[in-house]
């Protein structure tokens, strides 16, 4: 009987080894990979002030993966999107993060949206090594140094200010007065902008405001300066519709300029004509040039899922969530994060088909684009390059 129970022991034992070299990989599984699905996840402002900057990003990515999706998702895996609102709330997205990481065990973070948000969430995700993917802002934190897990598709909000800085010669353009929110990430913004001043030969001069400032106060320096241009450097629309509301009524004539995060649909609504020449740089290719093939495919994939409403949100969202999928194809049949960032970073213009938007990664550099040109806003708030 003790040799039977040997027998059997030898059995078990023999027949559990088998089972793991069957089935290794299911044991070693990466978070987030499923045999028919891969789960990413995203915390965006659904909700809150950034909310029409946000929401066109998500709608654009969105519509890409449902291509693919009804495709057959890549490798026979469907890619599910999974997406937490913060409200512009960097607390809120913190929360999200955790459970994203923890709870819902997601293979990546895409496409997430304002600078509270990354700025309080970046420290979770590089610790967990998961990679940061595309997210729809340029905030500073994600260029101030190299991070191996951020890979970027955009230019920054610095690049996007210092593009304005050098086109203010090209206008004769010879004092500035720059409106910046009171915030830290308003400040550092301001910081930057003063330092790269310094290079240039005209004046700057600058407000500090909130959602709660007296805005005759900003508005009665301006008419005392009388600038030549005023700079939003902040993204709350109420402030910029505030602003610029406030300083045309009191007869200022000068232009105003900001950067892609303060024209927003939402801004532009506010101001119906107020918002007349008014001159932002974006970071993608405007949505109304069709020419462009990358635009064609984007306003074709929008009209098939019934969206009208084309936007530079829409497409930077479209732009990211092609990136990721290409990235997903070169990790092969079995991805992991770590062949995941691999593959992203073997992408460049001249082995990836970049319909007129050139992305270029590679092992010391994660940032795709540079890319900034401008928009002059036309009396039916329609953006004009």
Not at 52 to 68: H, R
Request: hydrophobic content about 45%; glycine content about 8%.
């Amino acid at each position: 009987m003790v040799r039977a129970a040997i027998h059997i022991v030898q059995f078990l034992l023999v027949s559990l080894a088998a089972c793991i070299a069957v089935y290794p990989l299911q044991s070693r599984a990466e978070a987030g990979i499923y045999p028919d699905r891969i789960v990413i996840g995203q915390s965006t402002s659904v909700t809150g002030p950034l909310a029409s900057l946000a929401l066109p990003c998500l709608v654009g990515a969105k519509a890409y993966f449902s291509e693919v999706n009804a495709r057959g998702g890549v490798y026979g895996r469907k890619i599910e999107l999974l997406t937490r609102d913060d409200g512009y709330d960097g607390e809120v997205a913190k929360e999200n993060t955790e459970r994203l990481i923890h709870a819902d065990k997601v293979f990546a973070m895409f496409g997430y949206a304002g600078w509270p948000s990354v700025e309080s969430s970046l420290p979770l995700v590089t610790r967990a090594r998961i990679p940061f993917l595309f997210p729809c802002t340029g905030a500073t934190t994600l260029y101030e140094q190299f991070n191996r897990y951020v890979f970027t598709a955009r230019a920054s909000y610095v690049r996007e200010y210092r593009y304005l800085l050098k086109l203010f010669q090209r206008f004769g353009v010879n004092s500035v007065l720059a409106v910046y929110q009171s915030n830290i990430f308003g400040r550092r913004l301001m910081a930057e902008m003063q330092r790269q001043a310094d290079a240039h030969t005209f004046s700057l001069s600058a407000a500090e405001v909130d959602v709660n400032s007296d805005f005759s106060v900003v508005v009665r320096r301006i008419m005392a300066l009388r600038p030549d241009a005023v700079l939003l450097v902040n993204g709350d629309p109420s402030i910029n519709v505030g602003i610029v509301r406030s300083v045309q009524a009191a007869g200022y004539r000068g232009r105003f300029f900001g950067a892609s995060l303060v024209v927003q649909r939402a801004v532009l609504d506010s101001l119906g004509q107020v918002s007349r020449g008014v001159i932002t740089t974006q970071i993608v290719p405007s949505p109304w040039h069709a020419s462009i093939p990358l635009v064609s495919d984007y306003r074709k994939l929008m009209e098939a899922n019934g969206i009208t409403e084309f936007s530079f949100g829409g497409m930077e969202g479209f732009i990211g969530a092609r990136a990721f999928v290409e990235g997903l194809r070169r990790a092969g049949r079995n991805p992991t994060r770590e062949k995941l960032i691999d593959a992203l970073e073997s992408i460049n213009e001249n082995n990836f088909a970049h319909r007129g938007f050139p992305l270029n990664f590679s092992a010391s550099s994660h940032q795709g684009s540079d890319f900034v040109d401008t928009s002059v806003i036309s009396g039916d708030t329609s953006f004009i390059n």
